[in-house]
Structure formats: structure tokens, C-alpha cells
């Protein structure tokens, strides 16, 4: 799990390369999620992936919290994988 700070009035884009993990597939579809999913908590801003990167942009969040941001990519055989960026909020 990747480690990540942010300050809580930035707005910043974070990305996870699949390219080692696809094995000859490409990501057919992509989807980000955040726990925990709170009150002025981090907001899902955006999101897009291509045939080896997801993407997602990032905003808010409460300083002095961790938050786990995953993202769950189908791959084009089916296969379903998940991998979490780890980001903790602190005024900065």
C-alpha cells in the first residue's frame, strides 16, 4: 500500500499503473472508492483509466485523518483486481 499526504484544501490528481499486473490484458473498466466515506471527508473529484493507468482527482478531506482510496479494475479477460493509495490529510 502506497503512503500519501495531502492538505485538505488542495485538489491533486493520484494515478496507479496496472502495466505490472496485467499479464497480456489490458483495464477494460475502472472504479475508485474511499474509506472512510464521512462528512467533509476526501471527495472523488474525477476519474478516468486507460489500457494500463487509472486516474482519479482527489479534494477535501479532514486533517489528522487517514483515508484508504482503492481502485477495482475488470480486466479484459474478466479477471477483477484491486490495489489502495493510503492518504492521510494535514494542513500543510
Do not use: C, H
Amino acid at each position: 500500500m502506497n503512503f500519501y499526504l495531502k492538505d485538505p484544501d488542495a485538489r491533486v490528481d493520484y494515478a496507479l499503473d496496472w502495466r505490472g499486473y496485467l499479464d497480456g490484458q489490458i483495464v477494460a473498466s475502472s472504479a475508485w472508492s474511499v474509506s472512510p466515506d464521512e462528512a467533509g471527508g476526501i471527495a472523488i473529484e474525477a476519474e478516468s483509466f486507460d489500457l494500463e493507468r487509472a486516474a482519479v482527482t482527489l479534494s477535501g478531506g479532514i486533517a489528522g485523518q487517514a483515508y484508504a482510496v482503492a481502485n477495482r479494475v475488470t480486466l479484459s479477460d474478466g479477471a477483477i483486481d484491486e490495489r489502495a493509495l493510503t492518504i492521510r490529510v494535514e494542513e500543510r
